[in-house]
């Protein structure tokens, strides 16, 4: 008798083929995150869109499951076979700093993505945005576009251009708040966020940061922890969104509950073993100008509506929980064991 085909029903049938999924920013840390976890928990196929191979070190880049797609984003025409074969799309890859990039990036290069992909073909795409754009409703703040930096411009309008497109229905818009993820001193096999490593500042801050009170609070997340979700909703199958009072596209903002700044000095003080004032100077508008010149910080528009805004929440928020899995760090000490942050002395 024979054997049954490799990934063949037992009953006979059609063989089952692997997923193929293409991943855009793969050398990133949220995108190298996603590639690890997919790669070791699921069979399927991975296409990793990335610039640099050498930046590449969560994956074996040249096991058989691995094709990597070398170039920039803004130039599909190279890739395009191989964007059609995709039957899932995770694009997190992003611009910003110069305008003229980030609209390309962020906006022109997502549209030209779409359209090299099959719809007969493709699933799902889950698109990369960011939770700054939001208001505690998931809806998008007119914030983001009278004030936002080119980044926040560009991710706002981009939401808005994918709500009417054809796809919409197999999108998955998914929203991170504060990312960490890495190591403080860049080691281990993924890369270091820039929250993770600013984590070293924030520690030499502490002696001031301690005699302050701010009445802010905002959501969290670690790269893992988006990794987890997003591996959970490409390896299920695809239905319309089910979350109420959204369109087509679904959001979904990725956090762990809410924390304030001030419960967040008081864990890292407790982390560092400093001491930790009975008291505190509250930040009012006026202190808070003052220490911007002291220090000599830059703010744009958008930090100064940050600033005034303080309570960056929404409701409702998507830990890995929400969707029947655990969190790989829940607590911000898990993130700072997770980090290597040191308990106390120099970092």
Known sequence: MTAAPNNAPSGGGPVRRPQRILITGASGCVGQHIAAQLFRET???????????????????????????????????PHRERIASASRVIHTATAWGDPERARQVNVVAVKELLAATDPAVLEQVIYFSTASILDRDLQLLPEATAYGT??????????????????????????????FGGRVDGGGPFPTSYLTAGLRDATRWLWLAKWLRADASFHYIHAADIARVCVHLATQPHRANPEP??????????????????????????????????????????????????????????????????HFVHEPVSPPERFGLVSHAPTLEAVFEDAGLPERGRV
């Open 43 to 77: 069979d399927a196929e991975l296409l990793l869109w990335l610039r640099d191979p050498a930046k590449l070190t969560a994956v074996p880049a040249t096991d058989p499951r691995i094709t990597l797609l070398v170039g920039d984003l803004r130039d599909v025409a």
């Open 150 to 179: 080119e980044y926040i411009q560009t991710k706002a309008q981009c939401l808005r251009q994918l709500e009417q497109h054809p796809l919409a229905e197999r999108i998955v818009a998914v929203f991170p708040t504060l990312v």
């Open 245 to 310: 009072g959204q369109g087509a596209v679904r959001r979904l903002v990725l956090g762990q509950p809410m924390v304030t700044v001030n419960d967040t000095v008081a864990r890292l003080c407790r982390w560092r073993h400093s001491w930790i004032p009975p008291f505190g100077v509250d930040l009012q508008g006026w202190l808070i100008e003052g220490l911007i010149k002291l220090l000599r910080i830059e703010v744009n528009a958008w930090d100064r509506f940050s600033i005034r805004q303080r």
